[in-house]
């Protein structure tokens, strides 16, 4: 069928360049080449055996029907109370709303409170479904640039200078994809402050809140006049290693909460029952498992950052959070695409070009160190040998 049957709002929408550099990486993989896999946002550990188990038995006892809409009431619950204890904040059940994975959170966030030609103002470089979903629904993307100088924060006065009485939503996250950076607890202290006097509504994806090295998390709800104009999204893809499993959450201010429910009714009815009973086991027992991760994480970082450093023409800073590493190949003398393929094709590591993320990602390339130190040692080799023959 000819492109012109094709709504231009689709047309508007953009990919994750992960999911194309992987779907290539196999390509290359079924033709006999070694790559190492440092492209794709995955934890490379199993789902805890004890939610695997719950999930199972789930589906031995009968979990494989519709369920509410908006997830099940006890595990709303349980997530309301999590929530409540993690972020200070006094969070009700009625407010969760379970979703097939974290990020229909974003698109229903979008489809209930932009128009077109609204302002919505985003981090560059920042994760690609942001703006994707800015240009679909028809409003006017406000990229708001994270510095390397300021370990991939912001400025309060580019924030200020860039929401107006026309800013409909402001995306957040911390810790964030793709720089590892977070938001210090005065920026959002103040952020808080700003949308609360513009009337702007806060997206907060926290989904790598449990994923943090040195400090404690923040959460921008917990200041005054946020909680009520934040939408909080979060899962359990990252802290549990459960991609597959595809769940998700929001916690939206009650005045919301309806709309995305029709959202949720319209394009999924529910999220999978069995998925939601593994989830309560996630989040209620043992979290050994986590503080396992989170440690294997914080060596492969180290590791990784350190033998980037020592490689010419490359510059890393130290992430704070998350299991990205975003370094600074702008000395290179090719372009970051241009990079990203040939890392591919001739040294088999596969990596991420910082412009797929904005275009103040322009000059670096993503690395996900979700892979065992040997890779990761094996990548460091490659690229060197790589970039030496440049």
């Known amino acids: 069928m000819p492109t012109m049957y094709l709504t231009n709002a689709v047309q508007q929408l953009g990919t994750e360049s992960a999911f194309k550099v992987l779907a290539k990486a196999k390509q290359l993989e079924s033709q006999g080449k070694d790559i190492v896999h440092l492209e794709i946002g995955q934890p490379d550990f199993p789902t805890p055996e004890n ?8 589906i031995d006892d009968g979990f494989t029907s ?8 006890d595990f709303r619950d349980i997530i309301a109370e999590h929530i409540s204890r993690t972020r200070g904040i006094d969070v009700k059940g009625s407010q969760v709303v379970v979703t097939p994975g974290a990020k229909p959170v974003v698109f229903y966030a979008i489809l209930s409170v ?6 919505v103002v985003y981090p560059d470089p920042g994760f690609p479904v942001y703006k994707s979903l800015i240009d679909y629904i ?3 993307g406000v990229p708001l640039p994270l510095a390397e100088k300021n370990d991939f924060s912001f400025e309060i006065d580019e924030l200020e200078a860039r ?12 810790p ?3 720089t590892g950076g977070i938001l210090k607890k005065d920026d959002l202290e103040a952020i808080a402050a700003i949308c609360d006097k513009h009337d702007v509504l806060i997206l907060a994806d926290e989904i790598y809140s449990e994923l943090i090295y040195d400090d404690d998390f923040q959460s921008v709800t917990q200041f005054e006049g946020a909680k009520d104009r934040t939408v909080l999204l979060d899962g359990f893809s990252k802290t549990y290693s459960m991609t597959g499993w595809r769940l998700g959450y929001g916690v939206f201010p009650e005045w919301m909460v309806e709309s995305v429910e029709l959202l949720m009714v319209n394009s999924n009815s529910c999220t999978a029952s069995f998925s939601q009973r593994a989830g309560i086991e996630a989040l209620t027992g043992p979290q050994d498992s986590v503080a396992q991760m ?3 994480f914080r060596n492969r970082r180290d590791f990784f950052i350190e033998g980037l450093n020592k490689i010419p023409g490359i510059s890393c800073r130290v992430p ?4 990205y590493a975003f370094a600074n190949v702008s000395d290179i003398p090719l372009h970051s695409k241009e990079l990203e393929g040939r890392l591919l094709d001739e040294a088999g590591v596969a990596c991420l070009a910082g412009d797929g993320f904005g275009e103040f990602g322009q000059g670096f390339l993503r690395f996900s160190y979700a892979n065992s130190i040997e890779n990761i040692g094996e990548a460091l080799d490659r690229i060197e040998r790589f970039l030496s023959k440049l």
């Not at 939610?51 to 789930?58: D, E, F, H, R, Y």
């Not at 519709?66 to 009431?73: I, L, R, V």
């Not at 704070?320 to 299991?323: I, R, T, W």
């Open 176 to 178: 964030q994809n793709p």
């Open 51 to 58: 939610i695997c188990a719950v999930g199972k038995q789930a």
């Open 294 to 296: 989170l440690q294997a």
């Open 163 to 174: 929401v107006n009485d026309k800013t409909k939503l402001l995306f957040l996250n911390s």
């Open 138 to 140: 028809g409003g006017k």
């Open 66 to 73: 519709y369920g509410p809409t908006c997830g099940h009431p």
């Open 114 to 119: 932009v128009e077109p030609g609204d302002e």
């Open 320 to 323: 704070k959070g998350a299991f």
